[in-house]
Each structure stands twice: as structure tokens, then as C-alpha cells.
């Protein structure tokens, strides 16, 4: 049976492909028999006009001819000279027009209906005596050439909608799904195991018929149709994304068709093996012809078209959700950041940012859907990509300012898709972890002491402002903890700036958030929306409260680290020197950062002048360990200094720590060289054991502190081994430690 079937759909191929012959043929008899079945039945119809006409066989006999074919050729020459013109025009913005218009079973019966009826005139002027057929010409003269003629207009007016280019898609569209729908079908899924053949044409007249929209939507220049055509790619995916789970498998195995298409000629065999086992290379093929079209409508400023295009991806998105076809879904999600990347080059390259706007606003609400889904897994997916290209993005915008305001896009979408996941009781866990992606869509503050103190907010304001509105809606649900880590994030600020310049920056932000009203005073591509309104707007001074509540201890904290900062200052100092002056872009930018710190922590009133003590021997030991070992304090080991010298050092506070903190490291740093340095270190622990307070098992728990420095970090140094192995043996100690494996922590041994 498979065979059989087989056979049957080969036949059913045959014929669309050789479809105008076909027509001649079946045409051609078709007049035969009818003249024939006339001839035959000729007595009894003329009997059947003479009593209702009074037309008598005598007047049929004479009727003449010789008018009939030239009557015949000023029919066919217009029904012809209207086709060639009409199609000749309409394929200027329809290539495509030609194929379809010789498959179209209404224009091939009618086109050979004439030429054959003319035929038959032409014939029988010359040869009716010998035949005597007076009944052929009753039938041509009365019969084809009243029908011919009748249906002249009518057909002129049917090619004129069928050349339109909005129909020629339309077609084209239900021709692909009648492929799909037939594909469903027993026979034809029999007729694919039993030939190879069959599921070749089938994957070549899809493919094709694809590849044909996509030379319509590249020829046309009309919106309306460049619409239609986006919209029926769209439509035909969704069907076979709906339709493809009842396909043979074998539909799925790449042939020559598939292979030889221009969008699959740079594959490799392990990217056709992948695409044959997850059987996506339809969608893959449709994707792709979506993202060309992407590039061409933004490379031509058609803003507005190309944002067609990630509309309908979050539509087929919805089809995959609804199938729970996750393999298609990543190619969804391939796709959208596909588009971010070729929107952003085209930003970077044109100064036009506006297909970032209006990507983001789709992507987002793919991300909706993704959370309407309870798909958490594609929505912390999604919040990645964006926070990668938002930081990509504002990277470039120093050179670009008009890009800090798709920074600020991107985070109001995922603003909108917060409040969403608040609506959805997501766990507070998972909330929690996709809020702090939205944390880090910007980087360092845009903006500087001089601007804010003339009112001006440049840079990724517009971001904080937005993030600020959340905390204001976390802040009216009562997720203060939610609040709390926007608040704590906006402090990281200040880092970059003295409490001052930092709240005079949250007084210009909170006064705009209060004066903000939903629409913008002018027109975007969204309206007058506008993404910086916050309509909890009453929860602002709740937010100044625990934002100002924080910021002491951040400050101690941030007095605290400066020094550190001043350490890494140095060590890129040494790293200059040795270098003849030079620092690559990367360290150079490290150190810009670095000073800018450290300035935003200088004080107008002079420092106290400490004159150095035990104390400061014992700190520069643990200093050493830390950062003269490996050049590096991680956070870990500050804090493990910090808790070491508060336990040997009793009723240390903030203030005295930060203070003997200066002192030793402004020691370690005047003394530039490594052996100046170990030469001081060698010496503070000297110190350290002639202390009349020092006792072996004090001296012990210095080691102790040490190791626990040398594991903060996860990473044990060579040079940290040897600097506790030094002092192991300056204090005559009866310890031992060697430096551990891989994944092992430094112990005593």
C-alpha cells in the first residue's frame, strides 16, 4: 500500500508541476466531445430552436464563416494583450506572479478554451463542406463564441485581483498550508515511507514557496503588502508548528531539497544531524528569512515594519507555549537576541536607536508571556540577555548619549514584568534573583559632582529613577526586603561620590519622580507614554527613610575600603613603572575607576597625624598576607581583617580602625619596592613577639588569622604560604604548613 500511495501522490505532483499542459489536453477533449455529442444530438436541437426560434435548418446552413475566426482572434488578442500588460506591470512588484499564473486551473481553462475554440472556427470554415458539421458551426457561432466573448470581461477583471500583490501572497500562503494540512493526512504520511521521492517534493515545494514570499517582501516597496506578507509568514509557521507533531518522522530527514537551499549551503553534517534529530529545520528556515528581512527594513529607516517582525515572534512564540514545543521556543529566544544584535550595530553605526525601542518593547512581552506560562526558566533567560546587552549598550553610550535612553527601556520592561511576576506569587526566592538582574542593567553613575550640583542628571539617571519606582511599588506591597536591595544598590553610588553630591542627586530624582504624570509631552513610537512615571509616587519618602537609613553604614564601610583602593592604586603604579609608562585600555580604565573612589572619599579637614604603635605593625602583617602575597584583597579578606584586628586590638571602632588602617597602608605604599616592604614586614613581626603582651599562644592565633586570610579567597598563593611560613619561623613557633591541592584549605599541620 505504501507504494501504491506513493505512486498516487507522484501523479498528484505530476500534474501541478505539468499543470498547463494538462489543461491543453483535457481542454482539447473536451471541445471534441462536445462537438461530437452536438453532432450527434444536432437534428433534436435544431428541432428545439425551429419551434422556439422559427430558425429553420436552411438558415443554419447559411450562416456564414469566414467572420467567426477573425472575431475568434480579436477576442483572443485582447484576453491576451490585457494578460501579457497586466502581468508584465504587476511583476515589477510580484516576480513571483508568472509560476502562480501557470498553476491557476480558471486562467489555463479559459486561455486554452479560446485558442482551441478559435481553432475549431478555423477549421471548419475551411473543411465544413466535406465534413458537413453545419452542426460545429451552430456550435462554435452560437455556443463557444457567445461563451467566450460573455466571459471576456468578467476574466479580465479576475486577472486584474489575482495580479494584486496582497492576493499574489495570499496564494502563495494557502498553498503552503495546503502542503502542511496535507502532510496530516494517512495516505500521504504512508506514501513518505514508501518513497523517498515524495517527502523530497513536499520539503521543496514548502521551502520554495517560502523563499518566494521572502523575494515579495524584498521587491515590494508597499507597507501594506510588506504587512501581509510578514503577517502570512507568520500565519504558515504557526500552522505547521501546530500541524508537525502528526507529520512522518520521515518528513524530517534533510534531502537534497533541503541541502541545496541557500539558506542551509554553509552547514556542516553535525548542524544537518542536529536540525534532522530536533526536526526544526522549517523554523530555522523561516527564522532566518524573518531576521534578513529585519536587517533590510532597518537598513531602509522602515522602523515601523521592522518592528512587524519580533511582534509576530512573540506571536509563534505563544504557539510554542501552547504545543510545549521548548525546542522551538529557543529558537524563539535565539531569535529576539539575534535582532537585539543586528539593532545594535545599526544604532552604534547610524546614531538610531529607535528599533532598540521598540525591539525591547516586544522581547519584553515575550518575557510576559514566558511569566503568564509560569515558565520561570525562560524568563530568568530572557532577564540575562538583557541585562548583557543594556550593558553592551552602555558601554557605547559615553560616545552615544541617545543610548542611555534604551538602557533605560530595557529596564522598564522588566519593571513591567516584575510587577507581573508580584501578580503571579511567584516565590520570593525566584523574584528575588530576577530583580537583582535588573540591578545590573547599568553601570557606574553617567554623571558628575559638577553636574548634579547644577540640576543636571546625564547619564543612567533615567535607569535609577526607573528602579526607584519599583522599590516604590515593592514599598506599597509591603516587600520592604525588595526595597532594601534597590536601596542598597543605589547607595553602591556611592562609592563614586561624597555623600553629598549623593543626595543631592536623590533629592532631584525623588522631586521628578513626584511631578511625573503617565504621559509624555510629546509623541513617540508608544504614544506619550511615559516610562518614567511612578505611580506609587506616595511611597517616596517611606524610600528616602530607608535609603538615608542605610547609608551610615555604607559610608563606614566605604572609609573603610578606601585604603584598599589606594593599595590597588599602587600596585597599577608599579605595574606603569615597570612598563615604561604604559597600561593597556583595560587597566587603564581600572584605574580611572579606582581614583575616582578615592577622590569621592577625600577630606577638605587634615588628617590626624598617628604616630605608628603595635598596633600598626600587627595591621601591616595582616595587610601583607593579603595584598603583598598576590596583589590582590578580595571582599572576603577585608572582612577577615577587619574581625582578626578587632579580636586582637580590643575596643576597636569604625573611626579607629579606618585611622590605623591609613597609617598602614600609607606605610606599605611610601615604601614602593618588594624588598622595602618585606624588609618592614619582617620587622613588624619582630615587633610583634618582643611585645610584653605577646604570648606563644597569641603568637599562635596571629598564624591562625593569617591562614584564615590566605582561605578567604578560595585560592591559596605560593607567596602566601611563604610569608606565614616566615613568620612561623621568626617567631620560633613549632608549626608547620605546606600549601594544600586543588579545592583544599591551608591548614596547620
Not at 463542406?129 to 460573455?150: K, W
Not at 543610548?403 to 510587577?419: A, G, I, P, S, W
Not at 593597556?584 to 584605574?591: A, M, S, V, Y
Request: charged share 25%; aromatic share 14%.
Amino acid at each position: 500500500m505504501e507504494t501504491f500511495y506513493a505512486s498516487l501522490v507522484k501523479l498528484n505532483r505530476f500534474q501541478f508541476k505539468y499543470r498547463t499542459i494538462i489543461s491543453f489536453f483535457i481542454v482539447f477533449v473536451t471541445v471534441i466531445y462536445i462537438d461530437i455529442f452536438f453532432h450527434q444530438n444536432f437534428l433534436a436541437i435544431a428541432e428545439f430552436l425551429e419551434s422556439q426560434s422559427g430558425i429553420s435548418m436552411l438558415d443554419h446552413k447559411n450562416v456564414p464563416l469566414d467572420w467567426a475566426p477573425e472575431i475568434w482572434g480579436g477576442v483572443l488578442a485582447m484576453v491576451l494583450g490585457t494578460l501579457i500588460i497586466v502581468i508584465a506591470i504587476a511583476a515589477e512588484s510580484s516576480p513571483k506572479l508568472m509560476d502562480l499564473f501557470v498553476k491557476d486551473w480558471l486562467s489555463l481553462v479559459y486561455v486554452w478554451f479560446l485558442i482551441i475554440a478559435s481553432l475549431h472556427a478555423t477549421l471548419i470554415m475551411f473543411y465544413i463542406e466535406p465534413l458537413n458539421r453545419y452542426s460545429s458551426v451552430v456550435l462554435n457561432s452560437y455556443v463557444f463564441l457567445l461563451l467566450g466573448s460573455a466571459l471576456t470581461l468578467p476574466y479580465i477583471f479576475y486577472i486584474l485581483l489575482y495580479s494584486k500583490t496582497s492576493n499574489v501572497v495570499s496564494t502563495i500562503s494557502s498553498l503552503i498550508q495546503g502542503f502542511v494540512f496535507e502532510m496530516e493526512k494517512p495516505m500521504i504520511k504512508s506514501a513518505m515511507n514508501g518513497s523517498t521521492d515524495v517527502v523530497e517534493e513536499y520539503q521543496k515545494e514548502i521551502m520554495g514557496s517560502l523563499d518566494q514570499l521572502d523575494d515579495l517582501l524584498a521587491f515590494t516597496e508597499f507597507k501594506e503588502t510588506q504587512t501581509d506578507i510578514i503577517g502570512e509568514i507568520s500565519n504558515i509557521i504557526q500552522t505547521y508548528i501546530k500541524r508537525k507533531p502528526n507529520f512522518n518522522n520521515t518528513f524530517f530527514q534533510l534531502t537534497k531539497a533541503i541541502k541545496s537551499n541557500a539558506t542551509f549551503r554553509t552547514y556542516t553534517d553535525a548542524q544537518y544531524s542536529e536540525m534532522t534529530e530536533s526536526k526544526t529545520f522549517y523554523e530555522v528556515k523561516t527564522f532566518r528569512l524573518l531576521g534578513s528581512s529585519y536587517i533590510k527594513m532597518i537598513t531602509n529607516d522602515r522602523f515601523d515594519i521592522a518592528s512587524l517582525i519580533p511582534a509576530e515572534m512573540v506571536d509563534i512564540g505563544k504557539t510554542c507555549l501552547e504545543k510545549k514545543d521548548d525546542t522551538i521556543l529557543g529558537h524563539v529566544n535565539i531569535r529576539f537576541n539575534t535582532l537585539f544584535r543586528f539593532a545594535i550595530k545599526h544604532a552604534y553605526k547610524n546614531n538610531e536607536p529607535r528599533n532598540l525601542y521598540n525591539l525591547s518593547f516586544h522581547y519584553s512581552n515575550m518575557i510576559q508571556e514566558y511569566i503568564k506560562a509560569d515558565r520561570i526558566d525562560m524568563a530568568k533567560y530572557c532577564y540575562d540577555k538583557f541585562k548583557f546587552y543594556a550593558n553592551d549598550i552602555y558601554k557605547n553610550a559615553q560616545s552615544n548619549p541617545g543610548l542611555y535612553f534604551v538602557v533605560d527601556t530595557l529596564t522598564f520592561e522588566l519593571r513591567k514584568c516584575q510587577v507581573l511576576i508580584h501578580e503571579k506569587d511567584w516565590d520570593n526566592e525566584d523574584q528575588m534573583a530576577l530583580l537583582k538582574m535588573i540591578l545590573q542593567l547599568d553601570k557606574p553613575p553617567g554623571y558628575s559632582k559638577d553636574e548634579v550640583d547644577k540640576g543636571i542628571l546625564g547619564g543612567n539617571n533615567g535607569t535609577r529613577r526607573i528602579q526607584i519606582g519599583l522599590a516604590l511599588f515593592y514599598m506599597s506591597v509591603d516587600k520592604i526586603n525588595f526595597a532594601s536591595e534597590i536601596a542598597e544598590d543605589y547607595l553602591d553610588d556611592l562609592a563614586y561620590f561624597d555623600e553629598k553630591t549623593f543626595k543631592a542627586n536623590v533629592a532631584t530624582q525623588c522631586f521628578l519622580l513626584s511631578i511625573f504624570t503617565p504621559h509624555f509631552w510629546e509623541d513617540t513610537d508608544r504614544g506619550t507614554l511615559n516610562i518614567y512615571y511612578a505611580p506609587e509616587k506616595d511611597q517616596i519618602e517611606s524610600f528616602k527613610e530607608l535609603l538615608f537609613g542605610l547609608m551610615d553604614k555604607r559610608l563606614e564601610a566605604l572609609e573603610r575600603d578606601v585604603k584598599f583602593l589606594s593599595l590597588e592604586v599602587d600596585k597599577f603604579m608599579q605595574k606603569r613603572q615597570r612598563q615604561d609608562g604604559y597600561l593597556n585600555d583595560l587597566d587603564k580604565e581600572r584605574l580611572e575607576e579606582l581614583q575616582l573612589k578615592i577622590s569621592a572619599r577625600e577630606s577638605s579637614d587634615d588628617e590626624i597625624d598617628i604616630e605608628w604603635s603595635i598596633n600598626h605593625d600587627l595591621l601591616y602583617s595582616l595587610l601583607c598576607i593579603s595584598f603583598f602575597a598576590d596583589q590582590e584583597i578580595d571582599d572576603s579578606e577585608k572582612d577577615v581583617i577587619y574581625r582578626s584586628y578587632s579580636k586582637f586590638v580590643p575596643d576597636v571602632t569604625n573611626e579607629s580602625y579606618n585611622q590605623d588602617f591609613r597609617v598602614a597602608t600609607d606605610k606599605f605604599i611610601s615604601l614602593q619596592s618588594e624588598e622595602a616592604r618585606q624588609s618592614q614586614f619582617d620587622h613588624s613581626l619582630k615587633i610583634i613577639k618582643e611585645d610584653a603582651s605577646t604570648t606563644q599562644d597569641k603568637l599562635g592565633d596571629f598564624i591562625s588569622a593569617y591562614i584564615e586570610i590566605a582561605n578567604a579567597d578560595e585560592f591559596i598563593h605560593d607567596n602566601e604560604v611563604l610569608l606565614i611560613k616566615n613568620a612561623i619561623k621568626i617567631w620560633g613557633l613549632d608549626l608547620n604548613i605546606s600549601k594544600p591541592k586543588s579545592g583544599e584549605k591551608l591548614n596547620i599541620i
